[in-house]
Nanobody
């Protein structure tokens, strides 16, 4: 069992940056694949980025490649999402998620979820 708590969302203008944090508690942090998803109003939850358990290779959705960076600090049991050059289409509730074993791109494959943090990007 792992508990996830996101923070760092807010209202920004297009081109600005934000860093989201996801603090994990419970079982050993390095046991889990950690991922970020987002859900805009009226849309399905979509994959944004993920780190495998080893943290060697990050995975990104094409829509955020080159703008977002996922990282993890195992000593702090925290995963981050640095979001640069934000666009209005990035507006969504961002969720942190965890699962065992390998990275997956569908939200249904993740077992544990945070409560979400709102990111709003104005044009």
């Amino acid at each position: 069992q792992v508990q996830l708590v996101e923070s760092g969302g807010g209202l920004v203008q297009a081109g600005d940056s934000l860093r989201l944090s996801c603090a994990a508690s419970g079982r050993t942090f390095t046991t889990y694949v950690m991922a970020w998803f987002r859900q805009a109003p009226g849309k399905e939850r979509e994959f944004v980025a993920a780190f495998g358990r080893t943290g060697d290779n990050p995975y990104y959705a094409d829509s955020v490649k080159g703008r977002f960076t996922i990282s993890r600090d195992n000593a702090k049991n925290t995963v981050y999402l640095q979001m640069n050059n934000l666009r209005p289409e990035d507006t969504a509730v961002y969720f942190c998620a965890a699962r065992y074993w390998s990275v997956r791109y569908l939200s249904n494959d993740y077992n544990y979820w945070g409560q979400g943090t709102q990111v709003t990007v104005s044009s």
